[in-house]
């Protein structure tokens, strides 16, 4: 689990303030992703998942605990951008299907694979 709280740090800016608040209704984002994996690691299920709301608000949950964030998706830039903590983070984002990627743009190699939760 240590290994990926780098990435939670990038998570919790990509979702924990309310200063984006956007509507991000047209966005496939919008729901429940939980991990998979991290750099080719896979995540145990349930560790680590996120709420995306319509409004551009997110929860982040890591095992009991809740970290809010903010992010905005821009579909023909294939970003999103997420605001925690007073940090701003920028990702590439692929989408295929039930299946969403977090790309960090300085290194192709920091890679979150996320799938969508059923509802």
């Known amino acids: 689990m ?3 709280m780098p990435l939670f740090a990038l998570a919790l800016t990509f979702m924990l ?3 984006l608040q956007a509507d991000q209704s047209d966005s496939p984002l919008v729901g429940s992703w939980m991990a998979v994996s991290y750099m080719g ?3 145990p299920e349930g560790a680590f998942w996120v ?6 608000t997110g929860t982040l949950h890591e095992g009991d605990a809740e970290y809010p964030y ?6 023909s830039a294939g970003t999103c951008t997420v605001t925690a903590d007073g940090e701003v983070v920028v990702y590439n984002v692929e989408i295929d299907g039930d299946e ?3 790309i960090n743009p300085d ?9 969508r939760m059923a509802e």
């Open 107 to 115: 290194n192709a190699d920091d890679v979150m694979v996320l799938k």
């Open 41 to 43: 690691e896979e995540i």
């Open 100 to 102: 969403c990627k977090f």
């Open 51 to 56: 709420e995306n709301h319509a409004d551009g």
């Open 70 to 75: 903010t992010w905005e998706h821009d579909v």
């Open 2 to 4: 240590k290994r990926i």
């Open 17 to 19: 303030t309310g200063a």
